[in-house]
């Protein structure tokens, strides 16, 4: 089991960047499949990325391809978003998740652990 931990949500204005930190403990993230994803009020929680435990396979959702960068740092135990070009849509609780294996679906339900998450709030 993993527990998670985000950190770096906070209020932007429309164009402006944030940095997002997911810390794991509990176990090593070095064989671990980890992801973003994120919830906006009254919308379902989407994928927004996902990263191999190698770190040489990612998957973007299309509305961040450009904007957003998921890296890891498994000597860390730390995966990071780092998001610029922020918009309003961007608006949302990002949260952090992890689950065994390779493959980087976009399926919350292939996720099996998950933080609290943390608010990001970009204003226009």
């Known amino acids: 089991q993993v527990q998670l931990v985000e950190s770096g949500g906070g209020w932007v204005q429309a164009g402006g960047s944030l940095r997002l930190s997911c810390a794991a403990s509990?176990?090593?993230?070095?064989?671990?499949?980890m992801a973003w994803f994120r919830q906006a009020p009254g919308k379902e929680r989407e994928f927004v990325v996902g990263?191999?435990?190698?770190?040489?396979?990612?998957n973007y959702a299309d509305s961040v391809k450009g904007r957003f960068t998921i890296s890891r740092d498994n000597a860390k135990n730390t995966v990071y978003l780092q998001m610029s070009s922020l918009k309003p849509e961007d608006t949302a609780v990002y949260y952090c998740?992890?689950?065994?294996?390779?493959?980087?679906?976009?399926?919350?339900?292939?996720?099996?652990?998950w933080g609290q998450g943390t608010q990001v709030t970009v204003s226009s």
């Open positions: 998740a992890a689950r065994l294996g390779t493959a980087v679906p976009v399926s919350n339900n292939e996720y099996i652990n």
């Open positions: 509990g176990r090593t993230i070095s064989t671990v499949t």
């Open positions: 990263i191999s435990w190698s770190g040489t396979r990612t």
